[in-house]
């Protein structure tokens, strides 16, 4: 089930944004407006890095910025 929480739209505030609308959002800050294709496509790339094994890495499971 998933829980409402408080986005702060400052930096979308140039896009048109409505109740539904897709954004990608960290530390409580909606930073980008998706279409549902790219919403998707983004929730099953995020699914496919929290599957990912150590093995699968290369490097232990270590994650690299």
């Known amino acids: 089930m998933a ?3 408080d986005i702060d739209l400052m930096l979308v505030q140039d896009q048109d944004l ?6 990608i ?7 980008q407006r998706l279409d549902a ?3 998707l496509a983004t929730w099953r790339l995020l699914d ?3 599957d990912a094994t150590p093995a699968e890495t290369g ?4 994650m690299h910025a």
């Open 37 to 39: 294709e790219e919403a």
């Open 18 to 23: 409505a109740v539904g609308d897709f954004v």
């Open 48 to 50: 496919e890095m929290d």
């Open 3 to 5: 829980s409402s929480a």
């Open 59 to 62: 490097d232990g499971g270590q």
């Open 25 to 31: 959002v960290h530390v409580g800050y909606a930073l």
